[in-house]
């Protein structure tokens, strides 16, 4: 009996977004991402469907996609300054989270996490 892959969020549509779907690509069975969200939506879609031909969810909305995606974790990838307030949306989801670093940019935020 195999396991079921864990559903995941890809927070950010920068360069690291594009790795970490790569990634994930190679763990085929163990992940699954289902969404990727962020600002600059369009730019990561392109690239992924000119190498891949998954359905996945491409959105702006971090909140909606949780709502209506319930995944198993996010990966948030997203730039420094923007690292804290994504992962505070996370906790406040309840959604699990892997992030890069900094995980913030003081420590009064690290504190705070």
């Known amino acids: 009996m195999g396991r079921t892959p864990l559903r995941t969020i890809l927070y950010g549509c920068g360069n690291m977004a594009w790795e970490y779907y790569r990634a994930t690509k190679e763990l085929s069975g163990i992940i699954d991402v289902i969404a990727i ?32 995606l319930r995944p198993d974790f996010t990966i948030i990838c997203n730039q420094p300054e923007k690292m804290y307030e994504a992962q505070c949306k996370s906790i406040h989801l309840g959604v699990p989270f892997l992030t890069e670093k900094p995980p913030a940019l003081s420590l009064s935020e690290i504190e705070n996490l």
């Open 37 to 68: 969200v962020g600002k600059h939506k369009e730019v990561t879609q392109k690239k992924i469907a000119s190498h891949y031909s998954d359905n996945i969810l491409f959105s702006d909305n971090y909140e909606e996609a949780v709502k209506h």
